[in-house]
């Protein structure tokens, strides 16, 4: 039988306190986080759900992604099954596996931010892909595959201040290569030879055609017929502004 979040929350919080000894009672976590201590009696004890704003904090706390309370991503190795019975069978924390691709271990639920440029290509590259070819790992609090990365957003011609979704120049995307692109995905792709990426919401004509949208609705060429040399590069999971960072 498939558990509740809040028990599986409950299984990690209590497996992290017990990890780490200087944030091992709901005092020392109450004053890290600022949540009260009865609050964190009752996430640990599986009573209530938690907040999103208390996990991100909790999560915090700990330097781990927040999917790792709900037991959906790892951290050096270590990950609680959302169908295990108890965090007792879990391993004691170890190296990553042989043949892994992705981050280096300190950086198990960052992405790295990369650029347009390699973002075309990436498909090709990711396998050759080494953690000192970039500069800065970001934290990312969604599920993703470990082949997702980060882009910075360049240009105007997704801003939309008054739609449901608007992407500004300067903001952060995630982008998982993994996700299924689907009509009305927010896509990033690459254009027949053009070695450089675009971001575009994608959409599926009943007939199978495919087209590229701006959100902006003053851009001026807003919609973009796709060719079938075109390669999605990948899905758009989330997005930060710079004071998310």
């Known amino acids: 039988m498939k558990r509740k979040s809040k028990e599986i929350v409950a299984e990690q919080l209590d497996l992290l306190m017990k990890q780490n000894p200087h944030l091992g009672t709901q005092m020392k976590l109450a004053?890290?986080?600022?949540?009260?201590?009865?609050?964190?009696?009752?996430?640990?004890?599986?009573?209530?759900n938690a907040t999103a704003e208390n996990l991100?904090?909790?999560?915090?706390?700990?330097?781990?992604?927040?999917?790792?309370?709900?037991?959906?991503?790892?951290?050096?190795?270590?990950?609680?099954?959302?169908?295990?019975?108890?965090?007792?069978?879990?391993p004691a924390a170890a190296g990553l596996k042989p043949g892994y691709v992705g981050p280096p271990p300190d950086k198990v639920g960052m992405l790295p931010l990369i650029s347009w440029v390699r973002a075309g290509n990436w498909s090709e590259?990711?396998?050759?892909?080494?953690?000192?070819?970039?500069?800065?790992?970001?934290?990312?609090p969604f599920k993703h595959s470990k082949n997702a990365f980060i882009l910075r957003v360049v240009g105007k011609s997704m801003y939309n201040p008054g739609g449901e979704r608007s992407y500004n120049d300067g903001d952060y995307i995630a982008v998982d290569p993994c996700r299924e692109a689907r009509n009305g995905s927010m896509v990033v792709v690459r254009l027949d030879d053009d070695h450089t990426a675009t971001f575009k919401?994608?959409?599926?004509?009943?007939?199978?055609?495919?087209?590229?949208?701006?959100?902006?609705?003053?851009?001026?060429?807003?919609?973009?017929?796709?060719?079938?040399n075109a390669t999605i590069c990948g899905v758009v999971i989330g997005k930060w502004t710079a004071e998310d960072l």
């Open 31 to 48: 004053n890290k986080t600022g949540i009260g201590q009865t609050t964190i009696g009752r996430i640990r004890r599986g009573e209530v």
């Open 56 to 90: 991100r904090a909790i999560a915090d706390a700990f330097d781990v992604p927040v999917g790792f309370l709900y037991g959906e991503e790892s951290v050096h190795g270590v990950r609680l099954d959302m169908d295990s019975p108890s965090p007792s069978s879990v």
């Open 125 to 140: 590259t990711i396998d050759n892909f080494a953690p000192g070819d970039v500069e800065e790992w970001i934290p990312c």
């Open 201 to 228: 919401q994608l959409l599926i004509e009943p007939n199978g055609e495919r087209m590229l949208m701006a959100l902006n609705p003053s851009w001026p060429t807003r919609i973009m017929h796709v060719s079938t």
